[in-house]
């Protein structure tokens, strides 16, 4: 288990965190595995879809023995009983859609990385309030980078990591307006790297 500064500090340093979610188990470990190999250190298994907690239990165990050093949290997650679920099961950090004062609460007292879904200043004030390091930007493709600009000049000591809209044609844009990291999901794991388990072009 790492700390929630370990995590922290690792999504600021590598900058793009790899999140996705796959029902099957084997693939699942092959893109988790990609990742790791092409240099993330930090990964986000979305909490979506039938047995999702089946799935992440497996990428847990197979992601302690094969890439320890391997930070691995859980995205979507929309109540505390599951982030408890998902932090008993090894989850390194827990990400929200929207901001959930009961998730706040659960990871605090397992000093557990959260990261809210925020999307007004005042969002981001009552996370800060709650302990919040990091706040997600979401989506990110409906605020844009000016948001994050925005918000950072009367707070610039607010982390924010925008998700959803993010690709490889808008990073910079989204990191010269301040953002601390980004998510990346489907621009990363692009339909046809999926389909076609093209793991090495992934990786």
């Not at 900058?15 to 092409?38: D, S």
């Not at 879809?49 to 990428?59: N, S, T, V």
């Not at 691995?72 to 950090?93: E, I, P, Q, R, W």
Request: with cysteine.
């Amino acid at each position: 288990m790492f700390t929630r500064q370990q995590v922290l500090n690792n999504m600021e340093e590598l900058g793009v965190i790899p999140l996705f979610y796959h029902p099957n188990e084997e693939e699942a470990k092959q893109m988790l595995k990609a990742c790791f190999e092409g240099g993330a250190r930090v990964i986000e298994f979305t909490h979506r879809g039938p047995f999702a907690q089946e799935i992440f239990q497996a990428l847990s165990h197979f992601r302690s023995k094969e890439m320890p050093e391997l930070m691995l949290g859980v995205g979507s997650l929309t109540d505390a009983a599951s982030a408890a679920m998902y932090m008993n099961a090894g989850a390194d950090f827990i990400v929200t859609p929207a901001f959930r004062e009961d998730i706040a609460r659960i990871c605090n007292r397992r000093k557990v990385l959260w990261s809210p879904g925020c999307g007004s200043l005042t969002e981001i004030c009552q996370a800060e309030e709650l302990g919040c390091d990091l706040v997600k930007l979401f989506p990110g493709g409906v605020f844009g980078p000016g948001f994050i600009k925005a918000v950072r000049s009367p707070q610039p000591w607010t982390k924010i990591m925008p998700t959803g809209g993010v690709s490889f044609d808008n990073l910079k844009s989204w990191f010269d307006a301040g953002a601390s990291c980004v998510g990346m999901g489907s621009k990363l794991f692009t339909k046809e790297i999926v389909q076609n388990k093209d793991f090495d072009q992934l990786a």
